[in-house]
């Protein structure tokens, strides 16, 4: 790697760079280096790495040991705005944007153009943005309206315009695509591509294998901190990269084969755990009516923000008032107006955002888990019995293969995949009798992810109802019975067995009956 | 320059917020003239900004530590400590008043700035700290004067509670914070990181601000603006006190939630809590001028305020979805 | 993603977590240790069993309004409302027994007053989810004002019940009565914090309310059974205060403002909610009595005694409060 100093072609290189966190050694001599017009993809699984290392070249931590490197001469960054001044930007996954300020104000921040009085010149920040925002072909994001007005995707560009507006020659994407659906992705490559176009050197930060072979020139792989793989673009094929990824022992659930093979189950109930007539919550859904059965993994789809998350919430009584329609669970007639009558009859949630939503970070793993189930463990005068708590827990853990140091430890400690089956064994604990999932595998790596789907289709096999609604493609074909598909708070199409395609579904996706064009 | 750049397009809803509190004062000021038509008289609209300026001030101290997104219990300690130092030193030559006006504003200030040290660098929380620093200032007080008394200089208690016609120097002092306090620092990039630091003191690190020089200036310019409501004080009373700032703490919360300015931070502007000062000091005289009793006073206040609270709450009432209503986002 | 279990990375973390388990604890014990080293230097009398009363029954007082606002901390919130709780408690039922003799009429006047206050509080910040800082600081300044009209600024009736005498300033086989009642108290706080269901919500709340919703909970009962303790608790003070006092004055609750929540805060509770118990407040209450004490046997002026102790609070809770991990 020494060559990279004297290697004129190299923008910026990180060299032997190693991290700890406390307890943890999240980089252990790390190589990296960057080319300008080109796009450099860092690969791993959740916790190898990858945010690590994207933060120290941004500026917003130092290494512990290890040099960087910008244009051949050692740099120090003392902080993200030094990094920036010299050149040197990053688009977060989960964003930095100030909610109450304007577009401009955001873009700006912490160099916004003065008057001679030493003032702010409002008037060039707004030019000044709406320049940047040009150059992204985002000219319908005003410059002057508040950025919590702005749709999730018109943030991610402000997002993107505030690292373009310091003109840097690197820019780091961390997962800029997690939030974003179809379009939207295909809009950020473009603007990936422009920047490659024009010189830059760009790394971009993800785990969807899709993603990285479309855009990446050079594919580099990490793994428990380690740099396990370079590979040019050419040589990037899907099970190698996966195997560098998992390490050799691992055998991948996902692949098409394995998804066949895999148990679909016995026997789908005669009467439905779950009937939905005419539902409707306006504006987000209307007459919506479905029936799910016992044993069965219905899927919801569509693209995002269709309604199918707010007809989860609604399933379980997130919405106080405005709810018509009729819900009915194992026959019952019941009309939820919050979690507590949902989680009564027998209903349960994983929500989309686990980390505000479902989990409590700061306490240990044993609260989490039992949380739900504290009524069984109950002694005498309302004392919780800790020996049956962990008792308990410990059966959950093992089935689910929750990977943690102890259940004493906060859940923050853990890593996405295991914080998501902590909140999933939180609720199956409970033993309900419909479990709805939305997007359960967000945020979370392969190795938790089948092991996600295993148990989904685990709980079917036991005679739950399953609704999961996700953005994945892959996910609703390899764990679904059913499909239905939601366009405009409606439902457009039901997809079964067989029909279960990317193809199909996206051909539902637009409301129309003619195919539109298929994202692998 | 023109009026665009004086008002740009993102103050609008700023002033928007304000509308209540402007309403509620003009509101009552109608009900006061009916009573009392003297109060638009020079004398009255005179006497009328003596009773509010003080709070007003104040409530501007308040507001701009609550945009940095924390709260400053030690407001009336700074104002008592102001007037007790003043009301003990200020005696004597006019250089000496001078001197003691200008030693008030730097003690002020770094009285507040201790506080901004304490919650960015000492990460203590705004509430025990300022809680616990107000009572240090109060201690100090009490070491300075430890009984109510002083005095000041005729000319300076006369100018600051004179007037010419209807321009009154409390209004011209309270003008001069505006624009020679409030704007200057708003205007400026520190102003712009108190918002952002507001809004999230996490993404203001990523994107490359201090938000501990943030809050040392939201805090240092609360301090300032503190001290300079009790020379303003001191003026009006002509003694020192170290208690009589106590009931300003509250008070300045009041302006700053009836101003329409969110308790959580991240954006907001002088006219709301200011005409929100004058509305609460207001209302006690035009109380006392309708036949109220003075021991009605607190019920009363803490009654308006309570309507106020929960008028502003409702909104958040009516929303539909549980995830809003925590959150406290209106549907 | 397999990897070994023995991975030593993992154990630190353990250790990690467990240590600071450990100094959650010790920290408050240690403060307490030197405070009182630091009183038996200045003046040896602070050793003896008197003195040691006069602190814990003082420390009572503290520790007793503590648990209210303890567990209103633990929730995230602050009750602010709690010194006019106190005076307008004690008022009201000092002149409910003046008036008719009936000492349960007395307690349950008490009683009321302080429920009320929490009922208040819990409204205010659980269906108007108004801001808790600036809530009950307005209820506090309307209880106030209910005191100022309800005694029409004269003087309070001096007639103490003999129970409220008793329990105030009275013993029981040597040991005052505050201190037992806060002994009992303290333990079964602390056991219902730590080990039922409720306690658990409690700290459920604290950590994240949207999850405590959507985990099938009702955050509303959780913030009116903790703000109606709270109240209830400063209305027992009031009563208790009366007794060892002899007497109801305007403004006896005022000193009860800071002190408590510095008790809180040093014993280890963040004031962010959520991390934290009674345990600390207990001993936080004991501490923040001592000092005052202590500084009250030198000989200093009023001023320059709220001045030592406001900075040495700080001092404290700079140097040694645990801070929450980044």
């Not at chain 1, 130092?62 to 930007?89: C, I, K, M, T, W």
């Not at chain 1, 402000?158 to 994407?173: G, M, Q, R, T, Y």
């Not at chain 1, 379009?183 to 785990?207: D, M, P, R, W, Y």
């Not at chain 2, 705004?126 to 004067?145: D, E, H, K, M």
């Amino acid at each position: 790697m020494e060559t990279a100093l004297h290697d004129v072609t190299v923008l910026v290189a990180v060299i032997n760079v190693s991290k700890s966190f406390r307890a943890t050694r999240a980089l252990k001599h790390v190589d990296l280096e960057g080319r300008p017009g080109e796009v450099h993809a860092l690969l791993g699984a959740n916790g190898a790495g990858k945010s690590t290392l994207v933060r120290i070249l941004s500026g917003a931590l130092s290494p512990d040991e290890g040099q960087l490197y910008l244009h051949g001469r050692p740099v120090h960054f003392a902080s993200p705005n030094h990094a920036g001044q010299l050149g040197v930007a990053a688009v977060f996954q989960e964003l930095s944007l100030f909610p109450k300020l304007t577009v401009a104000q955001n873009i700006l921040i912490g160099h916004e153009p003065k008057t001679r009085i030493g003032w702010i010149d409002e008037r060039k920040c707004n030019d000044r943005a709406q320049e940047v925002l040009g150059r992204l072909g985002a000219v319908h994001v005003s410059p002057i309206a508040r950025v919590e007005d702005l749709s999730l995707a018109e943030k991610q560009l402000v997002e993107i315009a505030k690292a373009l507006s310091h003109d840097p020659s690197v820019i780091l994407f961390d997962e800029p695509t997690s939030a974003l659906g179809p379009n939207e992705t295909q809009h950020v490559f473009q603007i990936i591509n422009q920047l490659k176009a024009s010189g830059k050197s760009v790394f971009f930060i993800s785990h969807r294998m899709e993603e990285i072979r479309q855009v990446a020139d050079r594919v580099t792989v990490l793994r428990d901190g380690v740099v396990v793989g370079r590979l040019d673009a050419a040589e990037f094929e899907r099970e190698k990269v996966e195997r560098l990824m998992l390490g050799e022992k691992l055998v991948s659930f996902s692949s098409p084969v394995h998804k066949q093979a895999s148990n679909r189950r016995p026997s789908i109930g005669a009467s439905p755990i779950l009937e939905i007539e005419d539902l409707s919550f306006r504006p987000a859904f209307h007459e919506i009516s479905f029936k799910l059965f016992p044993g069965e993994v219905l899927g919801i789809a569509g693209l995002e923000g269709q309604g199918q998350v707010q007809l989860l919430h609604a399933l379980f009584g997130l919405y106080r008032r405005g709810l018509t329609g009729v819900i009915r669970v194992a026959g019952v007639a019941f009309h939820p107006s919050s979690p507590r009558d949902a989680v009564k009859q027998g209903l349960a949630f994983v929500p989309e955002d686990r980390k505000t939503q479902g989990l409590f970070l700061r306490l240990p793993v044993l609260f989490n888990l039992s949380f739900a189930i504290l009524d069984q463990l109950k002694r005498f005068a309302g004392w919780i019995s800790t020996h049956a708590e962990r008792k308990l827990v410990k059966g959950y853990v093992d089935r689910l293969r929750i990977l943690m140091a102890s259940d004493r430890v906060a859940v923050e400690n853990l890593s996405g995949g295991n914080q998501q089956k902590v909140l999933i064994g939180k609720w199956i604990a409970r033993d309900p009798k419909v479990m709805m999932f939305c997007d359960p595998c967000r945020g979370v790596d392969i190795g938790a992810k089948d092991q996600v789907h295993h148990e989904i289709r685990e709980l079917a096999a036991q005679g739950k109802g399953i609704l999961i609604f996700s953005t994945e493609l892959e996910e609703l074909v390899g764990v679904a019975d059913r499909v239905i598909v939601l366009f405009e708070g409606r439902i457009t199409g039901e997809l079964a067995g067989e029909q279960i395609n990317p193809a199909n579904l996206l051909r539902l996706f637009f409301g129309e009956s003619s195919g539109h064009g298929i994202r692998t | 320059m023109n009026l665009r750049t004086v008002i740009p397009a993102q103050a609008i809803p700023s002033i928007r917020s304000s509308l209540p509190a402007a309403l509620g004062l003009f509101t009552v000021l109608v009900f006061y003239w009916v009573q009392q038509p003297l109060i638009l008289s020079d004398f009255g609209v005179t006497s009328l900004l003596n009773q509010s300026v003080a709070l007003a001030i104040a409530a501007m101290a308040q507001t701009l530590v609550v945009i940095s997104g924390a709260v400053d219990l030690s407001v009336g300690a700074t104002i008592g400590l102001t007037t007790c130092f003043g009301a003990t030193y200020m005696g004597g030559s006019p250089q000496m008043a001078v001197l003691l006006i200008v030693a008030s504003l730097f003690l002020g200030a770094a009285a507040g700035a201790l506080n901004g040290v304490l919650v960015s660098f000492g990460k203590l929380e705004p509430l025990i700290a300022t809680l616990t620093t107000s009572f240090v200032y109060s201690g100090v007080s009490l070491i300075i004067r430890p009984t109510p008394g002083g005095s000041v200089p005729a000319w300076f208690s006369s100018n600051l509670s004179g007037s010419w016609g209807y321009v009154t120097a409390s209004g011209i002092l309270l003008v001069l914070c505006v624009l020679g306090i409030w704007i200057p620092l708003m205007r400026s990039r520190i102003g712009r990181d108190i918002e952002a630091v507001g809004n999230s003191e996490q993404n203001a690190y990523l994107s490359g601000l201090s938000p501990r020089r943030a809050k040392i200036f939201a805090y240092g310019g609360s301090g300032l603006l503190s001290s300079v409501a009790g020379l303003f004080l001191l003026a009006q009373t002509g003694s020192g006190d170290a208690a009589i700032g106590q009931v300003y703490t509250l008070n300045s919360f009041a302006c700053v939630v009836l101003g329409g300015v969110s308790l959580r931070g991240g954006k907001g502007t002088f006219l709301g809590p200011v005409l929100s000062a004058f509305l609460l000091s207001i209302v006690v005289s035009a109380l006392l001028a309708w036949g109220v009793s003075a021991f009605w006073q607190n019920l009363v206040q803490g009654l308006i305020l309570i309507l106020v609270l929960v008028s502003a709450g409702i909104p958040v009432l009516r929303s539909r979805s549980w995830i809003r209503f925590v959150r406290g986002q209106v549907s | 993603m397999n990897t070994a279990v023995s991975d030593p990375t993992r154990d630190s973390i353990v250790q990690a977590s467990r240590r600071e388990g450990l100094i959650r604890i010790m920290m408050p014990l240690a403060l307490l240790g030197s405070t009182y080293m630091l009183a038996a230097v200045v003046n040896p009398r602070f050793l003896t069993w008197d003195a040691a009363r006069l602190q814990l029954t003082l420390a009572a007082f503290i520790g007793l309004v503590g648990i209210g606002q303890t567990l209103t901390i633990l929730i995230g919130q602050i009750d602010l409302a709690i010194p006019w709780n106190i005076t307008l408690s004690a008022i009201v039922s000092t002149n409910v027994y003046g008036q008719t003799g009936s000492i349960s009429l007395c307690l349950i006047s008490a009683l009321l007053v302080g429920l009320g206050t929490g009922s208040l509080n819990a409204i205010g910040v659980a269906v108007f989810r108004i801001h808790s800082l600036i809530w009950t600081i307005s209820v506090n300044l309307i209880l106030e004002g209910i005191t100022f009209v309800y005694t029409s600024a004269a003087a309070p009736a001096h007639t103490v019940p003999p129970l409220v005498r008793e329990l105030g300033s009275g013993s029981i086989n040597g040991i005052p009565w505050p201190i037992v009642i806060w002994a009992i108290a303290a333990m079964v706080v602390i056991l219902w914090l730590g080990h039922t269901k409720f306690g658990r919500e409690i700290y459920a709340l604290g950590n994240n309310e949207l999850a405590t919703l959507m985990s099938g909970v009702r955050p509303g009962k959780i913030y009116l059974v903790v703000f109606l303790v709270s109240g209830a608790a400063s209305a027992f003070v009031g009563l208790l205060l009366t007794g060892f006092a002899g007497q109801t004055y305007l403004g006896m609750g005022n000193a009860y403002l800071l002190i408590p929540i510095a008790a809180v805060v040093l014993g280890g509770t963040s004031l962010s909610g959520g991390v934290g118990g009674y345990l600390g407040t207990f001993v936080g209450s004991i501490i923040v009595v001592l000092l005052d004490s202590v500084l009250l046997s030198v000989q200093m002026s009023e001023g320059l005694r709220q001045v030592c102790f406001g900075l040495i609070i700080l001092i404290m809770m700079l140097l040694f409060r645990n801070r929450p991990s980044s």
